[in-house]
């Protein structure tokens, strides 16, 4: 599915920067260290736009997805990539670049220009608008969706904030960027929660339909027998009954019998147990 799709290429571009950025800092050559920083921004400038399209696609929200939308996204991450390789020919992706040497290693110092301020600004934009639609999504579901929603934005939080850092100068050893390793973690918890929690079975915006336009009953109860959630169906069973405001006697009356009589209507119960991870 679409999901399917945009996730697996998120976590690509994740894993093609975390891959050149080790080659480079693994070797000693000036032109093969330039070169394995333009492979890198072939993840770094299509992370924002991957983890963009995975939230339209997970929330559903992704109409405005096509191939002119996306190729109008698409301008700034190729004119990035363009920028980082030609750089030598016009300093305006980075002002000065130098090496230096520490600990045996050759470690690439660069100041950046003015079009590494219009990828950092794109870069955050995309990232905002992303979650943004988390966020949205998060308080439009009902609150049983709210879980996969959360670890979603935490995982990706992550990663964000420790670029923010770099970008305002928290940098180890004063040139090293930490993001790629904080990108990896992320798909390391993306990778975790599909495979043991199933996050991305069905999304919690798929999950509250089923729950609104299933035409059965549904109540969910807690362990003191109270009404805590009602899809739409059972509500107006609820409201059409003489039980009306008196929630209690109702699942009393429910409990006690295998079918009931509502209103000259004859309904079949079944009930299942939900049991959290923690019991």
Not at 36 to 59: K, N
Not at 202 to 227: E, G, H, Q, R, W
Request: glycine share 6%; hydrophobic share 50%.
């Amino acid at each position: 599915n679409s999901i399917g799709i945009s996730l697996p290429l998120l976590i690509l571009s994740s894993g093609v920067w975390s891959l050149f950025y080790g080659l480079e800092l693994m070797s000693y050559n000036h032109q093969i260290i330039n070169l394995f920083t333009s492979l890198s921004y072939i993840g770094i400038a299509t992370i924002p736009l991957f983890w963009l399209f995975f939230t339209a696609r997970y929330s559903r929200m992704d109409g405005w997805i096509n191939g002119y939308t996306i190729s109008l996204l698409c301008i700034v991450p190729i004119m990035t990539i363009i920028m980082v390789s030609t750089n030598s020919l016009h300093n305006l992706y980075y002002s000065s670049v130098e090496f230096v040497q520490y600990d045996g290693l050759t470690l690439k110092k660069v100041e950046p220009a003015v079009f590494w301020w219009i990828h950092v600004l794109y870069s955050y934009m995309l990232f905002f608008i992303g979650f943004a639609i988390v966020i949205k999504l998060f308080f439009s579901v009902s609150k049983e969706g709210r879980r996969r929603i959360y670890y979603i934005f935490i995982s990706s939080l992550f990663p964000f904030l420790v670029n923010v850092l770099y970008v305002f100068g928290w940098r180890p050893f004063g040139v090293l960027d930490s993001t790629p390793i904080a990108f990896v973690i992320m798909g390391i918890a993306f990778a975790i929660a599909v495979f043991s929690s199933k996050l991305f079975d069905i999304t919690p915006f798929a999950y509250d339909i089923l729950f609104t336009n299933i035409p059965d009953s549904i109540f969910v109860l807690d362990n003191n027998n109270k009404i805590i959630s009602t899809n739409p169906t059972a509500k107006i069973l609820l409201d059409s009954t003489k039980f009306k405001d008196r929630e209690c006697e109702f699942i009393n009356a429910v409990n006690m019998a295998l079918d009931i009589e509502i209103e000259g209507r004859i309904f079949s119960k079944s009930s299942t147990e939900i049991v959290s991870a923690r019991g």
